[in-house]
């Protein structure tokens, strides 16, 4: 239910955008936002909008990813400023009160 794209190579320095589109609305949703996970390490947050309109960033990418969204439908994810270390599998993510819905993974490689 949830289709992520926009991930690929790039040089350490530049730039990409991440979209994620849900096939369904989710209005009921406490939260929509991205996950990442790089190789050996454990899914963790990197953004996401949070019921009420907190929107959340993790440490490490705050001052150079911003999370948008245009309706209840699409969220992207404004990577700039990319370093070697953003490197890992990205995961658009949905809580609802019932469940957690994750998308395929869409892999982000900087390369230095």
């Known amino acids: 239910q949830l289709q992520a794209s926009g991930g690929g190579v790039v040089q350490a320095g530049g730039s990409l955008r991440l979209s994620c589109v849900a096939s369904g609305s989710f209005f009921s949703a406490r939260a929509m936002g991205w996950y990442c996970q790089a190789p050996g390490k454990q899914r963790e947050l990197v953004a996401e909008y949070r019921s009420g309109g907190d929107i959340t960033y993790a440490d490490f990418v705050k001052g150079r990813f911003t999370i948008t969204r245009d309706n209840a439908k699409t969220v992207y994810l404004h990577m700039n400023s990319l370093k070697p270390e953003d490197t890992a599998f990205y995961y658009c993510?949905?809580?609802?009160?019932?469940?957690?819905?994750w998308g395929r993974g869409t892999l982000v490689t900087v390369s230095s």
């Open positions: 993510n949905v809580k609802t009160p019932v469940r957690t819905y």
